[in-house]
């Protein structure tokens, strides 16, 4: 029963470079969601997608970009990376009638020099 | 400008006592409330949930109470145990938009002594 995955873990990149970080869930939901968490802070969600072919924007998309192909997958794309997205990647998901919990991902440690 | 508030970073309790974690909210839409638990180096895992229409909801040493009029929600661990140490976050959602959505709070992080 994986559930969430995420990969990869941990990954060192420079700034400029370009990385996708992969989530794909195995529990047939239909939202997906990527929350970034900064040292002391709470989640900040930074896209969402309620379903194959449809995303939205978070509180802080500046950066990013997602696409949503397939139920089950969900990669969030850094295309110049900056300091400011040193942060931990959480990637959720939940079924999409109201009030449910949704399930995270282990995380992604992700640092920008 | 942010919407749920978790107004302490850290509480300290000894074991076996009550502990208890307070969430505030601005937002008037939001009708559906959760609890988050976070051990290091992993993710956020559910712990409990309460919607509006409710006050109060228990699951085994776990209570949940919902204050709307004040927009205020506690988590209540009774009795609290060393395992409990870990962050706690609030998390809320509602409104058409906002159905989709979890907004979370900054965290509590709660370290039980023995």
């Known amino acids: 029963n994986a559930g969430v995955t995420q990969t990869p873990k941990f990954r060192i990149l420079k700034i400029g470079q370009s990385m996708t970080l992969q989530c794909t869930q195995d529990m047939n939901h239909n939202y997906m969601y990527w929350y970034r968490q900064d040292p002391g802070m709470g989640l900040k969600l930074i896209y969402y997608s309620v379903g194959a072919g449809i995303t939205d924007k978070g509180e802080v998309p500046n950066g990013y970009n997602v696409s949503r192909s397939t139920t089950e997958d969900f990669p969030l794309r850094l295309e110049l990376a900056a300091p400011s997205q040193t942060s931990v990647y959480f990637c959720?998901?939940?079924?999409?009638?109201?009030?449910?919990?949704?399930?995270f991902g282990e995380g992604s440690w992700l640092t920008v020099v | 400008d942010q919407q749920v508030k978790q107004n302490s970073p850290s509480l300290s309790v000894q074991e076996g006592r009550i502990s208890i974690l307070n969430c505030d909210y601005t937002n008037s839409m939001f009708d559906y409330f959760l609890w988050y638990k976070k051990y290091p180096a992993e993710g956020p895992t559910f712990l409990i949930s309460i919607s509006s229409i409710k006050d109060k909801n228990e699951d085994g040493r776990f209570t949940v109470f919902l204050n709307k009029s004040a927009k205020h929600l506690s988590l209540h661990i009774v009795p609290s145990q060393p395992g409990d140490s870990a962050v706690y976050f609030c998390?809320?959602?509602?409104?058409?938009?906002?159905?989709?959505?979890?907004?979370f709070g900054q965290g509590t992080r709660l370290t039980i002594n023995p």
């Open positions: 998390a809320a959602s509602g409104g058409i938009q906002g159905a989709q959505k979890l907004v």
């Open positions: 959720a998901s939940r079924v999409a009638r109201s009030g449910n919990t949704i399930y």
